[in-house]
T-cell receptor, first 114, second 109 residues
Framework: ETGVTQSPTHLIKTRGQQVTLRCSSQ?????VSWYQQALGQGPQFIFQ???????GRGNFPPRFSGLQFPNYSSELNVNALELDDSALYLC?????????????FGPGTRLTVL | QQPVQSPQAVILREGEDAVINCSSS?????VHWYRQKHGEAPVFLMI?????EQKGHDKISASFNEKKQQSSLYLTASQLSYSGTYFC??????????FGGGTRLMVKP
C-alpha cells in the first residue's frame, strides 16, 4: 500500500464526452504526476503538478488538463474523448521535484472509451 | 525519447537468474525500476542516482553505468512472486519519468 488513492476504479465513456479522474497523494508529498498506460505498454508521462502549478508536460494535447488543490490532491480532465484515450491512468506522488525522489503509484483508473 | 529495454520477455524456472537491461540515448540523471503485476499499479523496486551505483535488497539488485547510459536489473534465484512486467524509468531534472516498453518475466515452478 502506497497511500496513494485514485477514483473511480473503472469508467466507461463514449467518444466526445468529458471525464475527470481524481488522485489523493501520499501524506507529506506535494507533487503529483499523471501517466497514461495503454495495454501492453509502459506508462507515458502526461504532466506533473507541484504546489498547485503545472510543472512539466509530456506530449499530450491541450484537451488533457489538470488541477492540484491546496491539500495536494489532483484531478486529470480529458475533454472530447477519443477511442485512443482508452487506457489505465496512473497518478504518482512524490516529494519536491527539485530532487530526485521515488514516485509512488496509485492503483489507477481504467478508462474505456466506446 | 524512451529508454530501450531488453529482453522484451523472458521465461524462467524457479531458482534461475535473469538480467534485464535498460539503455538510453540521452544522458541519465537517475534510473527507477518498477515491477507491475497484471491489473495492478507499478510497485517501486529501487532508484539509482549516480553512475557506478549499485543497489539491492533480497535477491534483486541493480547497477547504473552512467557513461554507457544504461542500467541493469539482476534477479537472482527467482521466485514465483517475481513474475510480472519490469519497467525502467529515466528521470530528467524535474523528476519526470520516461518509461521503457517493459520486460515481461514469467517464473514457472
Amino acid at each position: 500500500e502506497t497511500g496513494v488513492t485514485q477514483s473511480p476504479t473503472h469508467l466507461i465513456k463514449t467518444r466526445g464526452q468529458q471525464v475527470t479522474l481524481r488522485c489523493s497523494s501520499q501524506s507529506g508529498h506535494n507533487t503529483v504526476s499523471w501517466y497514461q498506460q495503454a495495454l501492453g505498454q509502459g506508462p507515458q508521462f502526461i504532466f506533473q503538478y507541484y504546489r498547485e502549478e503545472e510543472n512539466g508536460r509530456g506530449n499530450f494535447p491541450p484537451r488533457f488538463s489538470g488541477l492540484q488543490f491546496p491539500n495536494y490532491s489532483s484531478e486529470l480532465n480529458v475533454n472530447a474523448l477519443e477511442l485512443d484515450d482508452s487506457a489505465l491512468y496512473l497518478c504518482a506522488s512524490s516529494g519536491d521535484p527539485v530532487v530526485t525522489d521515488t514516485q509512488y503509484f496509485g492503483p489507477g483508473t481504467r478508462l474505456t472509451v466506446l | 525519447q524512451q529508454p530501450v529495454q531488453s529482453p522484451q520477455a523472458v521465461i524462467l524456472r524457479e531458482g534461475e537468474d535473469a538480467v534485464i537491461n535498460c539503455s538510453s540515448s540521452k544522458a541519465l540523471y537517475s534510473v527507477h525500476w518498477y515491477r507491475q503485476k497484471h491489473g495492478e499499479a507499478p510497485v517501486f523496486l529501487m532508484i539509482l542516482l549516480k553512475g557506478g551505483e549499485q543497489k539491492g535488497h533480497d535477491k534483486i539488485s541493480a547497477s547504473f553505468n552512467e557513461k554507457k547510459q544504461q542500467s541493469s536489473l539482476y534477479l537472482t534465484a527467482s521466485q514465483l512472486s517475481y513474475s510480472g512486467t519490469y519497467f525502467c524509468g529515466t528521470a530528467n531534472a524535474g523528476n519526470m519519468l520516461t518509461f521503457g516498453g517493459g520486460t515481461r518475466l514469467m517464473v514457472k515452478p
